[in-house]
């Protein structure tokens, strides 16, 4: 949203002066002083007083007006009462504004019923959807980016449940089209994209926690993001990890654990220290965390641009980057110039991966890299809650791989809970006979 986008004015006159006598909290909002009383038409058409705020429409009409001084921009419910009037008061004939939970209870409700141009913002929660943007060039984008809070997505996350992509877009959108300050997770495709998929798109991918994700049958690509067709999209600021791109075929056709790019398409991945993605813990057969599909000689092709992107290794190796020669990786960083500290990576003491395969029959994989000495738990639940596995050691620094064989328990939801010294992780596996 722009200032095109709500007409909004606010009116004082003369004389700058940040010290205004009356103002809370120490003169916190600086206002032009009040230094003549007439001839400015303004004040004679709307009889304003100093900080008067105005919401006008693109025509110049009032819509409404009122007077700032008993707000403190330091306190959340005044900042949220002010922005929730912007949208209120939004111009007319500007984008509409869809608030999920207080207009639509789902993310796709909201979706189906907006129109191109127009903004979702959504309350922090988890939401239990797949969503698809359908043929609409729209903003689908956290609540929490109203500007007070500090980013954090982690808070309004969209789970999909293994039943499909999280997020598809795929109808020829361009780059108006925003997902902005979620945590995508859960997602479970046969083929592309368990996080996100872009087909003949061309969306902006803004700031999103991208994790968990699983793409792949008998072959698959980008567990993460699978980005294919004629797509031009833009990749800005997204943590990428530990998303998953495997199946049960003997073949060397898994591709792309944390972003997968067809022939055909052509994303900018970062670009600045402010747009890099954070791309790590992802697993695949080629190209764990990048890929780059070719179908020719690639002596003399053009590199997708991937500047001040972080990685585990700087530069990244032909294991987690391939073919190298298909990518710009000028500038780029290490992760732990970054001491991440979340619920899924601590890259000072450990590195967690999801499960795989999963779905499973009947052993899975629950593999984590240990970068100090600690102890480790490895406990199995049922749907009922019950304890049917544990294992407990402790264990210096490595690479460590831990199976579990489900033969002997029947088809059904299991939770693998990992605890690595004072942390505590649970990851949900799928077991089909």
Same mark, same amino acid.
């Given at each position: 949203?722009? /200032? ?6 606010? $009116? ?11 103002? &809370?909290?120490?003169? +916190? ?12 038409? $303004? ?56 608030? $999920? *939970? ?10 189906? %019923? ?15 959807? %797949? /969503? ?8 689908? @984008? ?13 808070? +309004? ?18 780059? =108006? +089209?925003?997902?902005?300050?979620? %945590? ?30 699983? @793409? ?25 990890? %530990? ?15 944390? &972003? ?37 000689? +690639? ?63 009947? &052993?899975?994989?629950? *593999? ?5 000495? =600690? ?31 489900? *033969? ?20 949900? @596996?799928?077991?089909? *006979?």
């Amino acid at each position: 949203m722009g /200032i095109d986008d709500v007409g909004i004015i606010g $009116v004082g006159k003369d004389e700058f002066n940040g010290t205004l006598d009356g103002m &809370i909290n120490g003169r +916190t909002i600086s206002w032009v002083e009040d230094i003549e009383d007439d001839g400015y038409p $303004v004040w004679q058409d709307y009889d304003a007083v100093q900080r008067s705020t105005y919401f006008l429409d693109r025509e110049g009409n009032l819509l409404y007006q009122f007077n700032l001084t008993t707000l403190d921009p330091d306190d959340p419910e005044d900042y949220s009462f002010f922005i929730n009037m912007i949208l209120d008061y939004r111009s007319n004939n500007g984008p509409g504004v869809i608030r $999920v *939970k207080d207009d639509y209870v789902t993310i796709q409700a909201a979706i189906e %019923n907006a129109d191109n141009g127009d903004i979702i913002l959504v309350e922090p929660g988890t939401y239990l959807e %797949n /969503i698809d943007f359908l043929d609409k060039n729209i903003t689908v @984008a956290s609540l929490l980016f109203s500007g007070y809070e500090d980013y954090s997505p982690d808070q +309004t996350i969209i789970d999909g449940d293994n039943q499909g992509s999280v997020v598809t877009i795929n109808n020829g959108q361009n780059q =108006s +089209t925003i997902l902005l300050g979620f %945590n995508i997770q859960n997602g479970n495709s046969a083929e592309f994209g368990g996080g996100i998929l872009i087909e003949d798109s061309s969306p902006t991918i803004d700031r999103n926690i991208i994790q968990n994700n699983y @793409a792949g049958s008998c072959g698959g690509a980008g567990g993460g993001i699978a980005i294919i067709g004629d797509s031009y999209p833009y990749i800005f600021g997204n943590k990428i990890s %530990n998303n998953t791109t495997s199946g049960d075929c003997d073949c060397d056709c898994y591709f792309g654990g944390g &972003i997968y790019v067809d022939s055909s398409s052509w994303p900018i991945l970062g670009g600045s220290v402010t747009l890099g993605n954070i791309i790590f813990g992802n697993i695949s057969d080629n190209g764990k965390q990048l890929y780059r599909d070719y179908g020719g000689d +690639t002596t003399s092709w053009t590199p997708i641009y991937a500047h001040h992107n972080y990685f585990q290794f700087c530069p990244p190796d032909l294991a987690d980057v391939y073919p190298l020669n298909g990518w710009d990786l000028e500038n780029c960083h290490t992760i732990s110039e970054l001491k991440i500290n979340d619920s899924i990576l601590n890259v000072e003491e450990f590195v967690l991966y999801p499960n795989y395969p999963n779905p499973f029959n009947p &052993i899975t994989n629950i *593999k984590f890299d240990l970068i100090v000495s =600690s102890n480790v738990s490895i406990e199995i639940f049922n749907v009922r809650g019950e304890n049917i596995y544990s294992d407990m050691s402790k264990l210096t620094p490595g690479n460590y791989l831990r199976e579990w064989n489900g *033969k002997g328990f029947p088809s059904g939801i299991y939770f693998i809970n990992v605890k690595i010294g004072k942390s505590s992780f649970t990851q949900k @596996a799928l077991l089909v *006979k």
